[in-house]
């Protein structure tokens, strides 16, 4: 029998999944240095803060960092070195890092693989909802189901569909506003072994109340929730490190291009508390970014200086 491939995830659906392009990591954090209310509330993992790191540090300066600058790095976060290290060798061996050994050191290289998933992560991150009022009406519709015996097809579709900003308003039906990522949308039900089956359109609205079929695709109240969080850890905007605290803000960030669908506005409840909490993020992170750049080159120099013979 066939039954509904997906329905709009719960909050605490969404609390479950991973954020942003973290593949799903186990904590690993340490029992202290204590973590500040912004990073404990987010209760990210070692190997999630590594990505952000990887993607908002590493990335943009060539792509190497040294063992001892990420260790460093972490533990200013509250992860214990033990927990960083594991986080490392769990990433290379996904693909993601390259290890180099230099004497008794280590440096990480990006992999190809990484290049390309940090780079469209952080296209997505910094792009998000940049066109949210530049909608021209047309829906991406897609009709795809699985078989309640296919869990892993299930879970796939929901699971990714979701993340590409989908709501599920009926059973076996998902809904975007993005009509570009009808690309996408192939992919995972690709993914999902759908493919056959399924059916995507570009349409557009004819009749019936949007507001109802917008509730019933998206938990919106859930993602508001979230918000509130978001402008609750970062609105006051101390900064006693901001290495640190520029790593918790866009870790923090990370996750809305991937729960939040980036509706247009016309389609949100007015006022829509992301506005607010997209232009706090905006203009903290360029507050911060500049001395957190200046703080990463530092602690580089530091790892670079300890390979002299003497170190």
Known sequence: ?????????????????????????????????????????????????????????????????????????????????????????????????????????????????????????TDRIYGFGAHRDDWDGRWLLVLARAAESERTARHVLRSRMTWAGFGSPAPGVWISTHADRGGE???????????????VFSATHAAGDLASMVAQAWDLTAVARQYEDFLAAFSDGSTGDPLTSTIELVHAWRRFPWTDPDLPGELLPAPWIGASAAALFRHQHAQWKPAAEAAWQRQCGRAVAALSPAG
């Open 1 to 121: 029998m066939l039954v509904q491939a997906g329905t709009a995830p719960t909050a605490e659906d969404r609390s479950a999944m991973p954020t942003a392009i973290e593949p799903r990591p186990e904590s690993g954090l340490a029992a202290g240095p204590a973590m500040s209310r912004r990073h404990a509330a987010g209760a990210p993992s070692a190997r999630g803060l590594l990505f952000t790191i990887l993607g908002e540090f590493v990335l943009p300066a060539g792509g190497q960092a040294w063992t001892a600058t990420l260790i460093e790095v972490m533990s200013g976060l509250g992860v214990e070195e033990k927990a960083t290290r594991q986080a490392l060798m769990r990433t290379a061996a996904d693909g993601w890092l390259a290890a180099e050994r230099v004497g008794r050191r280590t440096r990480w290289s990006l992999t190809g693989s990484a290049v390309r998933l940090l780079t469209e992560g």
């Open 185 to 199: 949308a192939e992919t995972i039900l690709a993914e999902a072994g759908l493919a056959q089956e399924a059916q």
